[in-house]
């Protein structure tokens, strides 16, 4: 089955004139060292470079999944998005759909609402019309703060617990991760001044823990940080 979703992907990539576009209303956040913004027939316009994780309209998505190469996981569909600097086509693996959360991280805090919101690319990831591809992938949190007109990412300080929750990878942003791998639950949101600790329960295949993250907005941003990362239970 894997074979053919790729060739059916590669059959795909080669017909560019038919490439078109399902009207989206929503928004992601694109990050990238480099984003290439492409014209609708694909050609490059401008090529931004440092760039800074920017909040951006999603106005379209392709129809059809593409790969620039042989490896399934780096399929991605093209993705039409507007922002403040940025107008044109770019990479679905840059783009970061914002969801609304599936948990219950809605919370206000002397009158201030505080959101935490999870996101998903717009790249191969775990599974393709029913079909388990077990390709990986990063899903960052948003946090949506009015009171400090906030609403970004979360800068994760790396320690030896983010680094078990993460199997050795240093992504730079605190992620809640729901996959082939682990699926993580916020069971609570406890608040103490300007600090907010999460109690988060994970469940493996195999096993599940518990541990705790806190936030802090510092320097006009979030920053999370592993307090633990409890015991594996197996089952």
Not at 10 to 39: C, H, M, P, V, Y
Not at 147 to 155: E, P, R, S
Not at 187 to 212: A, C, F, M, P
Request: hydrophobic letters at 35%; charged letters at 25%.
């Amino acid at each position: 089955m894997r074979a053919n979703i790729d060739k059916e992907i590669q059959s795909r990539s080669e017909i560019i004139s038919e490439i078109t576009f399902t009207k989206t209303n929503g928004q992601a956040i694109l990050i990238g060292n480099s984003i290439r913004i492409l014209d609708n027939n694909l050609d490059l316009v401008e090529e931004i470079t440092n760039n800074q994780p920017q909040i951006v309209d999603i106005i379209g998505i392709s129809d059809s999944l593409f790969n620039q190469t042989k490896e399934i996981c780096n399929a991605f569909w093209y993705v039409k998005v507007k922002g403040n600097t940025i107008n044109g086509i770019v990479n679905g693996r840059q783009v970061f759909e914002i969801q609304n959360s599936k948990q219950d991280t809605s919370f206000t805090v002397d009158g201030n609402q505080i959101e935490i919101l999870t996101t998903d690319f717009l790249g191969m990831g775990v599974d393709y019309n029913g079909d388990i591809m077990g390709c990986p992938v990063d899903q960052p949190i948003l946090i949506k703060d009015k009171k400090n007109n906030y609403f970004g990412l979360v800068d994760l300080t790396q320690n030896e617990y983010s680094k078990k929750a993460s199997w050795d990878n240093e992504y730079p942003f605190f992620e809640i991760r729901s996959d082939d791998g682990c699926y993580d639950k916020i069971e609570s949101i406890i608040v103490d001044g300007t600090e907010i600790r999460l109690k988060i329960h994970r469940r493996w295949q195999e096993g599940k823990n518990d541990y705790e993250v806190l936030l802090n907005f510092v320097d006009n941003k979030y920053k999370a940080e592993y307090l633990n990362f409890g015991e594996i239970k197996y089952e």
